[in-house]
């Protein structure tokens, strides 16, 4: 759960600590004091995106700081390299320039990774929220999610995954006649060029190198000339050689008078051997070396021969060379195309059945938790006041899709009589609020968040649906932890940690605090919220009696 919230710079926050608790969390205060700013504070360590507006204006950065406590061994920190730790710190830095610097238990992540963590760490439901249930779109993805559908989605999409490559594949052979017919004549035309040249793997770097040493062959001949008379020696001079030769007799001689010169003689002897062994190889190099004006102009005329396809099929004989093979493949199956295409065919009938199969199988399982989820749905809105709704998930059939063979969207009737009618057609702002806390509450079963948060979502909620809509989140606080931001006096006096958020002017500067309140502090807050600006001994009395029901 989310334990401590460190804020720095963050709008008018110029610095606050929050403390939360276990169970049920409200968060009220005046509009404008700053509680949208909390919110997108937790965004922020979650991974969600931060912008430079919500640096405070006179500072260089914003920074947040989260502790959760009980954090389970996620598989996360594995396969990112970060330290597992059950009290896990997350912190983020925004600065001016646009840079985000995020960290996890003292290791620097990227915004992406992070947001990967802050899914599995805590919900976020906010007004937005009904823009999806709205959206037919997310239906599907809704029922899925409730069904604990994953592996069977997976199995599907490799399926129909491999039914496309084949339809692709068939697609690339039923091409227009014409169309085919040129194709062919090109590559025919290709393969011709590639093996009239006759090349060889390899080949043009030899030929390089070759050229290299008839275009210097009079330096290399005059080089190695030079060397052998440095190491033979000449009329002139002796050479290297024999004045080792000459050093290692005479280093034998001393032998007989002494021992001590053995290791001396025998590295001599060692250079004498190697300088001679070089010597010889030099002169047969030399020797060797033979080359002519016919030779050179072949060599570049093959060269030219092998630019000109380079340019055309690959950079070197190895690429124009599989160049030519992939020709003679395509080529090929052009020609006995009828053949090919009967057997992918024949192919894609098989692939497309086990696609079918996998979508029927998915379509049945989807069938089974759409009931469930109506039921489910149904009996959360019983208990939010809302007894004569009806919800049901209607299917529509579709050929094969990458998300399966079915369409779902969500219909209800909000009052008695009512035919059912998509959701966005029938429901008020207070119904939809209640049906959102509805769906919200029944998908949050099928997951590992602890921590659950509610930002104003009962916005147009009043009255008896309120309170219902009060206790339905102590419920869920029962077993995770609701943080919840809310203008509803019922919800604020069922809360287990009451926290106030107020702002002030300070030198021409606005500042927000946040405080945690005692029975008085929150007797008081409740007072503003059911009379406003004027409390009463009536509105305190009746706050009084609110918190102590």
């Known amino acids: 759960?989310?334990?401590?919230?460190?804020?720095?710079?963050?709008?008018?926050?110029?610095?606050?600590?929050?403390?939360?608790?276990?169970?049920?969390?409200?968060?009220?205060?005046?509009?404008?004091?700053?509680?949208?700013?909390?919110?997108?504070?937790?965004?922020?360590?979650?991974?969600?995106?931060?912008?430079?507006?919500?640096?405070?204006?006179?500072?260089?950065?914003?920074?947040?700081?989260?502790?959760?406590?009980?954090?389970?061994?996620?598989?996360?920190?594995?396969?990112?390299?970060?330290?597992?730790?059950?009290?896990?710190?997350?912190?983020?830095?925004?600065?001016?320039?646009?840079?985000?610097?995020?960290?996890?238990?003292?290791?620097?992540?990227?915004?992406?990774?992070?947001?990967?963590?802050g899914i599995q760490l805590i919900n976020i439901h906010g007004q937005h929220d009904s823009a999806s249930l709205f959206d037919e779109e997310n239906h599907l993805a809704f029922l899925d999610a409730f069904g604990d559908h994953q592996a069977l989605r997976e199995e599907y999409a490799r399926d129909y995954g491999e039914a496309a490559k084949l339809r692709r594949e068939i697609d690339a052979l039923t091409m227009d006649e014409s169309e085919k017919l040129r194709r062919m004549e090109t590559l025919k035309y290709q393969i011709g060029e590639i093996e009239k040249a006759r090349l060889e793997p390899g080949e043009d770097e030899a030929l390089e190198q070759r050229r290299k040493i008839l275009q210097n062959a009079e330096k290399l001949s005059n080089g190695m000339e030079e060397a052998v008379q440095c190491l033979y020696g000449g009329d002139d001079s002796d050479g290297a050689a024999g004045l080792l030769a000459q050093a290692e007799y005479a280093l034998g001689r001393l032998l007989r008078f002494s021992d001590s010169f053995q290791t001396l003689h025998d590295r001599v002897a060692d250079l004498m051997?190697?300088?001679?062994?070089?010597?010889?190889?030099?002169?047969?190099?030399?020797?060797?070396?033979?080359?002519?004006?016919?030779?050179?102009?072949?060599?570049?005329?093959?060269?030219?021969?092998?630019?000109?396809?380079?340019?055309?099929?690959?950079?070197?004989?190895?690429?124009?060379?599989?160049?030519?093979?992939?020709?003679?493949?395509?080529?090929?199956?052009?020609?006995?195309?009828?053949?090919?295409?009967?057997?992918?065919?024949?192919?894609?009938?098989?692939?497309?059945?086990?696609?079918?199969?996998?979508?029927?199988?998915?379509?049945?399982?989807?069938?089974?938790?759409?009931?469930?989820?109506?039921?489910?749905?149904?009996?959360?809105?019983?208990?939010?006041?809302m007894p004569r709704v009806q919800f049901s998930c209607r299917f529509q059939e579709l050929e094969l899709t990458p998300n399966g063979a079915d369409a779902v969207a969500f219909y209800m009737s909000a009052n008695a009589g009512e035919a059912l009618k998509p959701m966005s057609k029938v429901a008020s702002g207070g119904e939809l609020a209640r049906i959102m806390l509805a769906m919200k509450n029944v998908l949050a079963e099928k997951d590992q968040v602890t921590t659950l948060i509610f930002d104003e979502v009962d916005t147009g909620v009043s009255g008896r649906?309120?309170?219902?809509?009060?206790?339905?989140?102590?419920?869920?606080?029962?077993?995770?932890?609701?943080?919840?931001?809310?203008?509803?006096?019922?919800?604020?006096?069922?809360?287990?940690?009451?926290?106030?958020?107020?702002?002030?002017?300070?030198?021409?500067?606005?500042?927000?605090?946040?405080?945690?309140?005692?029975?008085?502090?929150?007797?008081?807050?409740?007072?503003?919220?059911?009379?406003?600006?004027?409390?009463?001994?009536?509105?305190?009395?009746?706050?009084?009696?609110?918190?102590?029901?």
């Open 1 to 117: 759960m989310l334990s401590l919230l460190h804020i720095e710079n963050i709008a008018v926050i110029e610095s606050a600590d929050i403390s939360f608790e276990p169970g049920f969390n409200v968060l009220t205060g005046e509009t404008g004091a700053g509680k949208s700013i909390v919110i997108d504070a937790i965004s922020a360590i979650l991974g969600e995106r931060a912008y430079r507006d919500m640096i405070r204006t006179g500072t260089a950065k914003a920074s947040v700081r989260a502790v959760f406590t009980g954090v389970p061994q996620l598989d996360w920190f594995g396969d990112n390299g970060v330290e597992y730790d059950p009290e896990t710190v997350i912190q983020r830095e925004i600065y001016l320039d646009g840079k985000n610097v995020c960290r996890v238990n003292g290791s620097l992540v990227s915004v992406t990774i992070l947001r990967k963590l």
């Open 273 to 385: 051997y190697q300088v001679q062994d070089a010597a010889e190889e030099v002169r047969d190099a030399r020797d060797e070396l033979s080359y002519s004006a016919d030779e050179l102009e072949q060599i570049e005329s093959r060269l030219d021969v092998i630019h000109r396809l380079r340019r055309k099929y690959g950079a070197s004989c190895e690429e124009i060379l599989a160049y030519l093979e992939r020709a003679k493949t395509e080529l090929d199956e052009m020609e006995f195309a009828d053949d090919h295409l009967e057997r992918l065919k024949a192919k894609l009938n098989k692939a497309e059945k086990t696609a079918w199969d996998a979508a029927l199988a998915l379509r049945k399982r989807r069938q089974t938790a759409a009931q469930a989820l109506s039921e489910r749905i149904l009996s959360e809105l019983s208990q939010l006041d």
């Open 465 to 549: 649906a309120a309170q219902k809509v009060a206790q339905k989140l102590r419920s869920v606080a029962a077993h995770k932890q609701v943080l919840c931001v809310t203008h509803l006096p019922q919800l604020a006096a069922l809360a287990d940690t009451h926290l106030l958020i107020a702002k002030s002017e300070r030198e021409g500067r606005t500042y927000t605090r946040v405080t945690p309140l005692d029975f008085e502090g929150r007797k008081r807050e409740l007072a503003r919220i059911i009379g406003g600006a004027s409390i009463t001994e009536t509105t305190l009395k009746n706050a009084e009696e609110m918190l102590r029901q």
